[in-house]
């Protein structure tokens, strides 16, 4: 697999994922979305899944002189069809100096578009862990943490945000702490 390098003074920094279906067949051609929230950048391009769903991005190919700094917080997501997957949250080590994602399983329920704005109504969690896990709902392309919820050991959670929702102007990554932390989202774009 080859990785394009464009900024040559940084040092990279490869981030690599497998894309499944929710019924674990790869999938070719998905989209690996990544964004730097701490510096509010995004890849200009996302990475491109390869016949065994296997897809490699590099961090040194986000805007700036700096694309990313040790302790900065990367959000992934992938994208296929109309589905999306459950994001992946990732704090940049540099002296690792590359991050394996592991699978990213794509969801109907979970559309991931960056191009139009995008509307979150409703999320119900429920947590089969003995300690208390959280979900995270973010922008993707700035980064901005729409909402938190903390969801009790052995309990479930519901956040109804009303008929209004809450808006996302580029794509709403959803941020879970363990799997053991079901999901469940309503989103949708408003056909504007």
Known sequence: MVVEVRNKMATPYPIQAT????DGTVVEGASLYVSN?????VLATPGISDDSGIVQVDLINLPGDTPYE?????????????KGSLGLRHTVVTTT????????????????ITNATQVI???????????AAYVKIYNYLDGTLID?????ANDSKERNYGSNGRISNGGIVIVRESEDLFVGVNLYHPMI
Do not use: C
């Open 19 to 22: 894309i499944q279906d929710i």
């Open 37 to 41: 929230i701490t510096k509010g950048t």
């Open 70 to 82: 040790n302790s900065d917080i990367i959000l992934i997501v992938g994208a296929y069809g109309g």
């Open 97 to 112: 100096g590359s991050y394996a994602a592991g699978t990213l399983k794509l969801n109907p329920g979970l559309e991931f």
């Open 121 to 131: 109504r409703w999320v119900g969690t429920s947590n089969e862990n003995s300690s």
């Open 148 to 152: 938190q919820i903390t969801t009790p």
